[in-house]
């Protein structure tokens, strides 16, 4: 039914890209047959697609008004109450993380502002291997505790999603975690803790450093130094919570979760 009304507007207004908001456009399935119906050479939907985006949608519309443009920004807008803390890292930081991930461990990440939006896309996450469905289980139901049958999703480059999916190019929606792909069996081996029963994964990509320095430095040490092309990524928030917000809301409800390894503006700390 969206596709044939979506077809129905395309055809009163020959439109070649498609702009797409409302609380519907979180629905991943619709968004991935929208995006492989190749009804519009481009579908762009923004990270905080419900009613959390009202407010932006409003600035948005201020700054064209008032300069003729709108700048491009980040999903990581989120700056209530928060100070402009710099995010600083060290190599040594990067590998410390790098090889708790490699040996099984799960990391919670509170960096920077936070994101826009229900997803969770690398600076109020938590982090751990995506080839272990145990491990998956693991921060999902037991840290998180979350139902057995909502998903988890993992991060990539960009570069690497065609190792998963051949023929695939990252997009928009692939960025901001709002479609799946179709993941043949045989090449899921490193990310079978974020496969859904339908072999389709929810993967999200980073198709440059600008969109997360910390988290794309982390995932090319990874890739260079342990062959690991992929990481599980779900939400910061402890069972019944919302996302973590502050450093104090991170260290908090990591203890309360039993994490203790934790990383605050980039820098790692045990807990």
């Known amino acids: 039914d969206l596709l044939k009304k979506l077809r129905q507007l395309k055809n009163h207004t020959h439109a070649v890209y498609l702009y797409y908001t409302g609380g519907s456009a979180l629905n991943i399935k619709a968004n991935t047959a929208l995006a492989e119906s190749g009804m519009f050479r481009r579908v762009f939907i923004p990270p905080c697609t419900n009613d959390s985006g009202l407010s932006i949608g409003a600035g948005a519309c201020m700054e064209w008004h008032k300069h003729g ?38 990391v919670a990440v509170c960096s920077g502002w936070a994101e826009t939006g229900p ?82 994964s929810r993967i999200q990509t980073l198709s440059q450093r600008a969109d997360n320095p910390w988290l794309f430095d982390l995932l090319e040490m990874l890739e260079e130094d342990y062959q690991m092309l992929a990481l599980l990524n779900t939400s910061f928030n402890a069972p019944g919570k919302p996302i973590v917000h502050t450093k104090e809301d991170a260290v908090r409800e990591a203890r309360e979760m039993g994490l203790t390894h934790l990383v605050l503006d980039g820098r790692y700390k045990r807990i």
């Open 69 to 106: 443009r709108v700048e491009s920004h980040s999903p990581y807008l989120n700056n209530w109450g928060l100070n402009n803390d710099e995010i600083r890292y060290s190599q040594k930081d990067l590998y410390m993380v790098a090889e708790l991930l490699v040996n099984g461990s799960a």
């Open 119 to 200: 997803r969770a896309l690398g600076n109020r996450s938590i982090l751990a291997r995506a080839d272990d469905p145990e491990l998956a289980q693991w921060v999902s139901m037991d840290i998180k505790g979350r139902e057995w049958y909502r998903p988890v999703a993992p991060v990539m480059l960009a570069r690497n999603l065609s190792a998963f999916v051949p023929a695939a190019e990252a997009d928009e929606l692939s960025h901001y975690m709002l479609r799946q792909y179709k993941v043949p069996y045989l090449l899921s081996t490193q990310i079978h803790g974020a496969l859904h029963v339908d072999i389709t």
